[in-house]
């Protein structure tokens, strides 16, 4: 009954290969999320759909592309992969807009080697 | 230029006693404020929301404020518990909609 789940947990790839990260949330909400957390721990919105409309794009590099098939999910696709891409990816979800509680899944931890 | 600091990244304190995290933003105008709080390997799980025009908000042992004058929040939990111990993360949505995450503040409480 995990609210927010993303796949796989861990992702050990090469520099150069695309990878995918895949989302569902079986809230109900209307609004998911792509976070990346670096090495210090810093947290940084990526992107944002509403009713798989995209609502906030943040300056990332356009080899990140999100893809949300239907509401309950949103895959985050990464092409060219670089050491610097190594980090934890979250996916999260809310009610509504931004303002509202978002709920987490325990996140992607991406290495890069 | 923008930031969201949370006073020092580490605070360690006895079990039972009060503990405040502080978060400071600069060249923001944020409508709502958030908490939120992080275990090693887990997401960060929401624990309150205050908005602009809100001062103060409690849940259990937990309140928060907010001064929009000072342009802080301040999370304090009370009778501090060892179970406590975690990453805590305030977060704002400013205007245009965007949503900010602060530095952090890794929380000790120590028996």
């Known amino acids: 009954d995990t609210a927010v789940s993303q796949t796989p947990k861990y992702l050990v790839t090469q520099m150069g290969n695309d990878k995918s990260i895949k989302c569902e949330q079986n809230?109900?909400?209307?609004?998911m999320y792509w976070y990346k957390q670096d090495s210090k721990k810093f947290l940084k919105i990526m992107f944002s759909?509403?009713?798989?409309?995209?609502?906030i794009n943040e300056t990332v590099p356009n080899r990140f592309s999100p893809k949300s098939p239907d509401k309950a999910h949103l895959n985050l696709h990464i092409n060219s992969l670089e050491l610097g891409d190594s980090a934890v990816y979250f996916c999260?979800?809310?009610?509504?807009?931004?303002?509202?509680?978002?709920?987490f899944g325990d996140g992607t931890r991406l290495s890069i080697l | 230029s923008q930031k969201i600091e949370q006073n020092s990244e580490a605070l360690n304190i006895q079990e039972g006693k009060t503990a405040t995290l502080t978060c400071n933003y600069t060249?923001?105008?944020?409508?709502?404020l958030q908490w939120y709080r992080q275990d090693p390997g887990r997401g960060p799980v929401f624990l309150l929301l205050?908005?602009?025009?809100?001062k103060e908000k409690r849940k259990e042992r937990l309140k928060v404020t907010f001064d929009t004058t000072l342009k802080q929040s301040l999370f304090h939990i009370t009778a501090s518990q060892p179970a406590d111990s975690a990453t805590y993360l305030c977060?704002?949505?400013?205007?245009?909609?965007?949503?900010?995450f602060g530095t952090g503040t890794s929380l000790t409480v120590i028996p």
């Open positions: 060249n923001y105008s944020p409508a709502y």
């Open positions: 759909y509403n009713n798989k409309e995209l609502i």
């Open positions: 977060a704002l949505l400013n205007t245009g909609n965007q949503f900010y």
């Open positions: 809230l109900g909400h209307d609004t």
């Open positions: 205050i908005r602009e025009n809100e």
């Open positions: 999260a979800s809310s009610q509504d807009r931004v303002n509202q509680p978002q709920h």
